[in-house]
């Protein structure tokens, strides 16, 4: 696998930053609650976004999408990270 260049870093933060704040959770009916749909529920509180339906997608996938809201910058900051240490030691 070749490296990763920053402007891919770059451009995954600036995908999570223009989508709803997080965090992101995914309900399932039957396996979160019993009637209705299965969504995503966007952020909480005053900065709850518009719920995202699940239509023509598993379960799985609906939970990826969801936990990929607090992944992605979790993982590009650990990226930048590991790579200023590095940077300081080579």
Known sequence: MSSLPEF??????????AACPGPWKSWDEGRDF??????????NGAERGE???????T?????????ARQ????????VRRLRALLN???
């Not at 209705?36 to 529920?41: D, H, K």
């Not at 379960?59 to 936990?67: S, T």
């Open 88 to 90: 300081q030691t080579g």
């Open 59 to 67: 379960v799985a996938e609906q939970d990826f999408i969801a936990a």
């Open 34 to 43: 019993d009637g209705g749909s299965n969504f995503i529920q966007t952020g």
């Open 71 to 78: 992944d992605v910058p979790r993982l590009v900051a650990e």
């Open 8 to 17: 891919e870093l770059q451009e995954m933060e600036s995908r999570a930053a």
């Open 51 to 57: 719920d995202i339906e699940r239509s023509g997608a």
